[in-house]
């Protein structure tokens, strides 16, 4: 049985993932001069609603992500507190939040207004979501298996991964994995209820 918590992440990262892939084709099939604003607000919400997954993945319910409005930077502390640490190094990242966040926050994307801030190039934008959505990923999904996406039931105890890419042969039996391929080991893993 997948949590209330795992549930309402995932709906925010997937609808991350539709914001990104609507700025994407937006940008592949027109020119983004007459549709900045657009191609922009859909990026900048792809950026805030991927962080809030990440902030909703540590247990934050729907009124405090709310009351986080939509100030970016405020998004990515609270993120990287909650285990999107190392993104806030990434200097793309860092730079699309930077263009992107005080427009976002304004609400510049969606009225008309004269925007005096200067956006960034959209394909290094569409880059840096990208980077944003895959660490995300990785922090709302640990429990999915990696080649079928199904969510396992957190009620079984996480099995200690730092010993991944290590000789198995070495490794004690029990919650550790021992011998085979690493698809092999993953999949005995997942079978015993380890954090993927």
């Known amino acids: 049985m997948v949590s209330g918590v795992e549930t309402r992440s995932h709906c925010y990262l997937d609808l991350a993932k539709s914001y990104g892939q609507a700025a994407s084709q937006i940008a592949s099939t027109v020119d983004l001069q007459g549709t900045r604003s657009p191609f922009f607000m859909l990026v900048s919400h792809a950026v805030e609603l991927s962080l809030k997954a990440v902030i909703a993945a540590g247990g934050t319910d729907d009124e405090r992500l709310l009351n986080l409005g939509h100030d970016l930077q405020l998004c990515m502390r609270f993120a990287c507190a909650r285990g999107l640490a190392g993104d806030s190094g990434d200097p793309n990242v860092v730079a699309i939040l930077g263009a992107l966040g005080p427009p976002h926050m304004a609400q510049a994307f969606r009225y008309p207004s ?30 999915r298996h990696p080649w079928t996406g199904e969510v396992r039931n957190r009620t079984r105890g996480p099995t200690p991964l730092s010993t991944l890419g290590r000789n198995w042969e070495d490794q004690p039996v029990g919650d550790v994995i021992v011998g085979g391929t690493e698809r092999e080991q993953v999949h005995r893993l997942w079978r015993l209820g380890g954090r993927l």
Request: no cysteine; proline share 10%; charged share 15%.
């Open 114 to 143: 004269y925007l005096s801030w200067s956006l960034p190039n959209p394909t290094d934008a569409l880059d840096a979501l990208a980077r944003l959505l895959a660490r995300t990923e990785g922090v709302v999904n640990p429990l």
